[in-house]
Antibody, heavy 121, light 114 residues
């Protein structure tokens, strides 16, 4: 059974860098049949895909246009996990952040437990 | 980006009655080469992450009760719960996963008891 365990702070001040980690059990971050994603959810924006990392003979990343200048998603093969960094956060980045496994044959089939991130001065 | 629009935004149904949720995509999510619709449905209970119910527009995931069914093709899709149970109260989302990201979600439909 694949599980994703998120960790990271929940309260931030504007202009800080958000850092979250997602530890994978039951699968590999280097899997050739999955991509590893960050998705956030807020009342104003609903479910919003932020970006992904995946391995297909080499590592690839894709990011949403809305955050492309501020985001970085990186795999850590030694710990079988991946991370999210979002720079220069504002109150508009307040949301529940999920890590998730996506497979092109079915969609997002595994979700982390979610981390509530609040950006406030 | 493909825009997903669900209707209605909220729905109140009596226990044991049928619930129907619609999802419309701004462009077709049917891949002609394999005749598959790249459309998924999720259930999100309060305080939980979304849970995948249906993929390929109509294929139930393992363990999903058969009262849940998906239908449709191209740009118009429907999730039907044939006989509402207490544990079905949740928000339901459709998502297209056609081609490259972003694989966009609908805005959600809140299902409640009448």
């Amino acid at each position: 059974q694949v599980q994703l365990q998120q960790s990271g702070p929940g309260l931030m001040k504007p202009s800080q860098t958000l850092s979250l980690t997602c530890a994978i059990s039951g699968d590999s971050v280097s899997s050739n049949s999955a991509t590893w994603n960050w998705i956030r959810q807020s009342p104003s924006s609903g479910l919003e895909w932020l970006g992904r990392t995946y391995y297909r003979s080499r590592w690839y990343n894709d990011y949403a246009v809305s955050v492309k200048s501020r985001i970085s998603i990186n795999p850590d093969t030694s710990k079988n996990q991946f991370s999210l960094q979002l720079n220069s956060v504002t109150p508009e980045d307040t949301a529940v952040y999920y890590c998730a496994r996506f497979r092109s044959t079915i969609g997002v089939d595994v979700w982390g437990q979610g981390t509530t991130v609040t950006v406030s001065s | 980006d493909i825009v997903m629009t669900q209707s209605p935004d909220s729905l109140a149904v009596s226990l044991g009655e049928r619930a129907t949720i619609n999802c419309k995509s701004s462009q077709s999510v049917l891949y002609n080469s394999n005749n598959k619709n790249y459309l998924a449905w999720y259930q999100q209970r309060s305080g939980q992450p979304p849970k995948l119910l249906i993929s390929w527009a109509s294929t139930r995931e393992s363990g999903v009760p058969d009262r849940f069914s998906g239908s449709g093709s191209g740009t118009d899709f429907t999730l039907t719960i044939s006989s509402l149970q207490a544990e079905d109260v949740a928000v339901y989302y459709c998502q297209q996963y056609y081609g490259s990201p972003p694989h966009t979600f609908g805005q959600g439909t809140k299902l409640e008891f009448k």
